[in-house]
């Protein structure tokens, strides 16, 4: 018998799925390596999951390959496989990249509403995205975390000047760029990673390493302006 499988992490559907197998057959493999069921509750389920996950008629989907559908909808297919295994955590790879404005809202949607009893993590550039499909926000820099809030803070009222200047870079903000550009992984700036773009740096910024900070309960920042 096989077992549910604990973590999911979700991938590229361009990319993972198998072009010579029909969806509904790849879906119930999962279904039977992940849970020991027989062929045909497992293919039987796999177009429940489709059904699911969203696809009009599911059945007949499911006897199709990855090419005779949608980009939306392989992403669609990519999904109710990755919870066929039933995972208690899933992990998002940037599960909105390269999606037209429509069909990333009805991917997002899918997504809240299809984890809404597990847990999930999502790494993603698209900050609206994961505004709308995640409880809390951590924004990342140059390989180290710098602010972590409820996602509607990070969003309406962000205390970090990176996470500042993101949004202000963002169609909807203007899009005002960060001035200079990503600094090198392999030897990073000294003292605050940031500090060569940061238009409030002060001395200390570019000696020392500023620690993360509490601001409550809820978030924490990575920044000498709240020492
Ligand atoms: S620690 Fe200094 S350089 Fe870094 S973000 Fe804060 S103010 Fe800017």
């Known amino acids: 018998m096989g077992s549910a499988s604990p973590v999911s ?22 279904i039977r390596l ?8 497992a293919k039987s389920e796999a177009v429940q999951m489709l059904d699911a996950a969203m696809i009009p008629e599911p ?15 392989k992403e669609r297919v990519m999904i109710a496989m990755e919870l066929a295994g039933q995972p208690s955590f899933i992990i998002a790879d940037e599960p ?5 404005a429509i069909t990333k809202e009805e991917i997002i949607k899918l997504i809240r509403d299809m984890t809404a009893d597990r847990s999930m993590l999502m790494i993603t550039h698209d900050l609206n995205a994961a505004g709308e499909a995640c409880d809390r926000i951590a924004v990342m820099y140059a390989g180290e975390l710098l602010e972590v809030a409820p996602a509607q803070t990070i969003l309406s009222d962000p205390s970090h000047p990176y996470t500042q200047g993101f949004i202000r870079s963002l169609p909807s903000h203007g899009l005002h760029p960060i001035t200079g550009s990503s600094p090198s992984l392999i030897e990073p700036p000294t003292g605050c990673r940031f500090h060569p773009r940061c238009h409030r740096a002060k001395d200390i910024c570019k000696r020392e390493h500023p620690p993360m ?15």
Do not use: W
Not at 34 to 41: E, F, I, L
Not at 62 to 67: F, G, L, R
């Open 9 to 30: 992490r979700r991938r590229n559907p361009a990319t993972s799925l198998n072009p010579v197998l029909k969806v509904g057959d790849q879906i119930a493999e999962v």
């Open 213 to 227: 900070i509490s601001l409550g309960k809820t978030a924490s920042v990575r920044c000498f302006l709240f020492t």
């Open 59 to 73: 059945s007949k989907r499911a006897d199709q390959y990855p090419h005779e559908l949608s980009g939306g909808m």
């Open 96 to 100: 909105t990249k390269g999606l037209d």
């Open 34 to 41: 992940h849970r020991g069921q027989d062929k045909d509750a």
